[in-house]
């Protein structure tokens, strides 16, 4: 192989060809991913009896071979995902899910996507939420599809190891899984229930597929750049029934946003259905003025505060993390975050919290309030919410979860420069805390900071990727 500096124009190259492919911006994943996913299937290539070759050589016999550029695809999608991953989306499926069948009837299945479905956890979580919420299996239909054919064989299989679980409880595979040897094997009647397919997002043929009632597209926008985004966007729009429902994940809300998606009012499910017909249109698209992203996601629903009986949850609101055993002067009292990239750091006005005092978990009263608040901010009471919050600030020792959902509460009133302060604040107290690196993400989005958002993003995908069950 040539010296690596000499191959920038060559690594260029293949980095086009992937945003060609899959809509992949090489600068969300990271320019040295490529070029190590790129080094790693060429050597491969060359030690199967291309040993002389060049970098050149493996791009122009990459041109004329699909199952190279495929296994290229497959190094660079690395799966990252868990059962009931931001389990309010699926609580929401269950309530929507009955509304639609009592509308129309039972006559037509429920038509349910989930695009890209990785290793299965997320269309098989759709499946155990549809079928313990009391439908039938006849009434429903789930596709997932994949891009990388190594994800799909893993969910096929439907054998999965503890990375697979996450959070504090799991009922659900109680209820749905056999403990083996090398895992947890989902039960039959749940695997039956999802048919798995490979499709590209980016070349997706809505005329063959028809249309859903709801659509998973979580957590895969981001890593697209402007164009990719609206390409996938449209793929997706021409696959949505007429009065669907679409879910991203909650760093991709302001996104849906600026195509003039309006949210279901949900909180914290991050769904959204298309606009009002009459808006102005962009580019096709309804446009709608910006907004922060929990601010439409957190606005008060008006379907009922509860999920149908027995379905099951991985408590997505549990509060696992430390808090640092410190004084706090005050909920507003912060230093910079070094972390963060310099333009979103906020003055000091206060010394650092010390570094060397061990974390503590919460007091079982600073969880439960914890807890009350955050069934306060779901049922649309915002007020009373950070009331709770503040209040426990005030007695207890500062915690990241408060902070954040101090952030979330702000942003549904539509106070992005109180949002952005709280989740720095719990960024401070717990800098891998991805749900508030999320928010904050979008919120840096919404102004027009990509670099940043980008920053932010990559952060929350390993904070998400380390956490554990």
């Known amino acids: 192989m040539n010296a690596h500096h000499d191959?920038?124009?060559?690594?260029r190259r293949?980095?086009?060809?992937?945003?060609r492919t899959i809509g992949l911006d090489a600068a969300s994943l990271g320019h040295g991913a490529i070029?190590?996913?790129?080094?790693?299937?060429?050597?491969?290539?060359?030690?199967d009896g291309h040993a002389e070759?060049?970098?050149?050589d493996y791009w122009e016999a990459a041109q004329c071979s699909p199952s190279m550029v495929q296994a290229l695809i497959e190094t660079v999608v690395v799966p990252e995902t868990w059962f009931y991953r931001d389990a309010d989306a699926f609580k929401a499926l269950a309530r929507l899910a009955h509304e639609r069948l009592a509308e129309r009837g039972t006559a037509l299945p429920l038509r349910v996507l989930s695009l890209p479905c990785s290793t299965g956890e997320e269309p098989y979580t759709i499946a155990m939420t549809l079928l313990d919420s009391g439908i039938d299996a006849a009434q429903l239909r789930i596709d997932a599809m994949d891009i990388s054919e190594r994800s799909l064989a893993?969910?096929?299989r439907a054998v999965y190891g503890r990375n697979s679980f996450r959070g504090n409880a799991f009922p659900f595979r109680d209820a749905h899984f056999t403990r083996t040897e090398d895992g947890?094997?989902?039960?039959?009647?749940?695997?039956?229930?999802?048919?798995?397919?490979?499709?590209n997002l980016m070349q997706l043929e809505a005329s063959t597929l028809g249309v859903y009632d709801f659509v998973f597209c979580r957590n895969v926008l981001i890593y697209f750049d402007r164009d990719a985004q609206q390409k996938a966007l449209q793929a997706l729009n021409s696959v949505l029934a007429e009065n669907g429902t679409l879910f991203v994940g909650p760093a991709e809300t302001g996104l849906l946003m600026r195509y003039g998606m309006q949210s279901a009012k949900i909180p914290l499910a991050f769904a959204f259905h298309r606009g009002a017909p009459d808006e102005p249109q962009l580019n096709?698209?309804?446009?709608a003025p910006l907004a922060t992203a929990a601010a439409l996601a957190m606005t008060r629903s008006q379907m009922p505060a509860l999920a149908p009986p027995h379905v099951f949850s991985a408590q997505p609101f549990a509060w696992p993390d430390p808090v640092a055993r410190t004084p706090f002067d005050g909920v507003t009292q912060f230093t910079p975050l070094d972390s963060v990239a310099p333009h979103m750091r906020e003055t000091s006005m206060a010394a650092p919290l010390p570094a060397h005092n061990p974390p503590s978990p919460p007091t079982n009263a600073a969880r439960d309030t914890l807890q009350a608040a955050h069934a306060l901010a779901d049922a649309g009471r915002l007020a009373e919410a950070a009331t709770a919050i503040n209040a426990l600030l005030q007695?207890?020792?500062p915690h990241a979860d408060a902070f954040y959902l101090l952030g979330v509460v702000a942003d549904a009133n539509g106070d992005a420069n109180l949002a952005r302060s709280q989740y720095r604040k719990a960024l401070y107290l717990d800098p891998q805390h991805a749900e508030a690196l999320a928010h904050l993400a979008t919120l840096l989005e919404l102004e027009g900071d990509r670099d940043g958002a980008r920053l932010l993003m990559r952060r929350a995908s390993r904070a998400q990727g380390a956490q554990r069950g």
């Open 7 to 11: 191959n920038a124009p060559l690594y």
């Open 14 to 19: 293949f980095a086009e060809l992937l945003h």
């Open 35 to 47: 070029e190590r996913a790129v080094d790693q299937r060429a050597a491969a290539w060359c030690a």
């Open 53 to 56: 070759a060049t970098l050149t």
């Open 154 to 156: 893993v969910a096929q």
């Open 184 to 199: 947890w094997r989902l039960a039959p009647r749940i695997v039956e229930a999802v048919r798995f397919s490979r499709a």
């Open 284 to 287: 096709g698209w309804h446009t």
């Open 395 to 397: 007695h207890h020792a």
